[in-house]
């Protein structure tokens, strides 16, 4: 396709609403074919700036996900998924919802640090905890800077349950971890798996691991004894809907024991992006697309009402529905996931403190 960034979701970078003097960049509205190469080569270029946040934990208001707290190691992240809800958050960063997104990553170095630090205060109470919430904890660059690694390391320590939602592979590199975690059942992993459809999967959700590859890391986390839960999200009518089956399936075959589904919705700037990429990739069934996902928002794009908003509304959302609890009920019927540890914390909280005091006691001689 002429002009498409490979390796990419978003083509474009729609305006920032928090910037007056920002607007969408098209490739097709660049007069030179010099500034159309600029775009397409120097802007793809992914960028890691290091940020110094305060905090790490965020309290989550919504009702809809069924968590204390979320925390997120990374702003922005480079899978590229191309239906993100986190993308229009980073324009409180300054940066656009598009491209921006997946080429300005945020990186939090002295998140661990922040971490114990809350855990350390007596006035923290265990409470539930899930990263990521905005990005994935997973995303490439953890390779390199291991960030979540030492964030587990830290949860390990105090002996604080965490639940943890990747698309990405790379989550079996902290096996050794998340194995002593959960002895004590202190972990949930999640894997959000889209498609087995690798060809759609690569245009979806570009820059995250292969569904084979995905499968593999939940056999392997299930053959572990971690309990691993399956998001097939989101549903997207007219790409991803008919493979509901397969995907509960193959992700109960690899030891999966539960799964979940949300329905799109493209808040904010995505459905801007959404619409351009539909177009560019699927222009023989785009229409039909973006007139089914309206079709279970109240006629819009998205729906931002809780209870709501994720499941959808109408007779394709109920369809889905169905489809979703015949899958569970055929495939996951029995499985139990085991409730996580909240009772160990205070203790090991303490044996820390008192250990720490003995260290500036010993400095003392």
Same mark, same amino acid.
């Given at each position: 396709?002429?002009?498409?960034?490979?390796?990419?979701?978003?083509? %474009?970078?729609?305006?920032?609403?928090?910037?007056?003097?920002?607007?969408?960049?098209?490739?097709?509205?660049?007069?030179?074919?010099?500034?159309?190469?600029?775009?397409?080569?120097?802007?793809?270029?992914?960028?890691?700036?290091?940020?110094?946040?305060?905090?790490?934990l965020n309290k989550v208001e919504s009702p809809d996900l069924g968590m204390g707290f979320s925390m997120n190691p990374y702003q922005g992240c480079e899978h590229g998924c191309i239906y993100c809800y986190a993308r229009n958050s980073h324009q409180y960063w300054g940066y656009s919802s598009g491209m921006e997104f997946e080429q300005n990553i945020l990186v939090k170095k002295n998140a661990p640090e922040l971490l114990e630090k809350t855990l350390l205060n007596p006035k923290w109470k265990a409470d539930s905890?899930?990263?990521?919430?905005?990005?994935?904890?997973?995303?490439?660059?953890?390779?390199?800077? *291991?960030?979540?690694?030492?964030?587990?390391?830290?949860?390990?320590?105090?002996?604080?349950?965490?639940?943890?939602?990747?698309?990405?592979?790379?989550?079996?590199?902290?096996?050794?971890?998340?194995?002593?975690?959960?002895?004590?059942?202190?972990?949930?992993?999640?894997?959000?798996?889209?498609?087995?459809? *690798?060809?759609?999967?690569?245009?979806?959700?570009?820059?995250?691991?292969?569904?084979?590859?995905? %499968?593999?890391?939940?056999?392997?986390?299930?053959?572990?004894?971690?309990?691993? !839960?399956?998001?097939?999200?989101?549903?997207?009518?007219?790409?991803?809907?008919?493979?509901?089956?397969?995907?509960?399936?193959?992700?109960?075959?690899?030891?999966?024991?539960?799964?979940?589904?949300?329905?799109?919705? %493209?808040?904010? !700037?995505?459905?801007?992006?959404?619409?351009?990429?539909?177009?560019?990739?699927?222009?023989?069934?785009?229409?039909?697309? %973006?007139?089914?996902?309206?079709?279970?928002?109240?006629?819009?794009?998205?729906?931002?009402?809780?209870?709501?908003?994720?499941?959808?509304?109408?007779?394709?959302?109920?369809?889905?529905?169905?489809?979703?609890?015949?899958?569970?009920?055929?495939?996951?019927?029995?499985?139990?996931?085991?409730?996580?540890?909240?009772?160990?914390?205070?203790?090991?909280?303490?044996?820390?403190?008192?250990?720490?005091?003995?260290?500036?006691?010993?400095?003392?001689?």
């Amino acid at each position: 396709m002429e002009n498409y960034i490979k390796g990419r979701g978003s083509q %474009l970078n729609p305006t920032n609403r928090f910037e007056k003097n920002s607007k969408e960049v098209y490739l097709e509205d660049l007069p030179t074919n010099e500034e159309r190469e600029e775009l397409l080569t120097e802007n793809p270029k992914t960028k890691y700036i290091e940020v110094f946040p305060k905090t790490i934990l965020n309290k989550v208001e919504s009702p809809d996900l069924g968590m204390g707290f979320s925390m997120n190691p990374y702003q922005g992240c480079e899978h590229g998924c191309i239906y993100c809800y986190a993308r229009n958050s980073h324009q409180y960063w300054g940066y656009s919802s598009g491209m921006e997104f997946e080429q300005n990553i945020l990186v939090k170095k002295n998140a661990p640090e922040l971490l114990e630090k809350t855990l350390l205060n007596p006035k923290w109470k265990a409470d539930s905890i899930m990263f990521s919430g905005n990005t994935d904890c997973y995303q490439p660059v953890e390779r390199k800077l *291991e960030i979540t690694r030492k964030l587990l390391q830290v949860f390990l320590k105090f002996k604080h349950p965490v639940g943890m939602i990747t698309k990405n592979a790379l989550i079996q590199r902290d096996l050794d971890i998340l194995q002593e975690m959960n002895a004590y059942n202190l972990v949930h992993v999640t894997f959000s798996l889209t498609t087995l459809d *690798e060809k759609l999967k690569r245009v979806l959700e570009p820059r995250t691991s292969s569904a084979q590859t995905v %499968l593999r890391a939940i056999n392997t986390l299930s053959k572990a004894s971690i309990p691993v !839960n399956v998001n097939v999200a989101p549903i997207i009518p007219g790409l991803n809907d008919e493979s509901i089956f397969d995907v509960v399936k193959a992700a109960a075959d690899n030891g999966a024991l539960s799964a979940h589904y949300t329905i799109v919705r %493209l808040n904010g !700037n995505n459905g801007l992006l959404f619409e351009d990429w539909v177009k560019k990739n699927f222009p023989d069934r785009a229409q039909k697309v %973006l007139h089914q996902i309206k079709t279970m928002h109240g006629g819009k794009l998205n729906d931002s009402n809780f209870g709501r908003r994720m499941r959808g509304e109408g007779k394709f959302a109920e369809l889905v529905k169905m489809q979703f609890a015949l899958a569970r009920k055929k495939f996951l019927a029995g499985r139990i996931t085991p409730e996580s540890n909240y009772d160990l914390y205070e203790a090991a909280r303490r044996e820390i403190i008192n250990s720490q005091k003995g260290s500036r006691q010993l400095d003392l001689f």
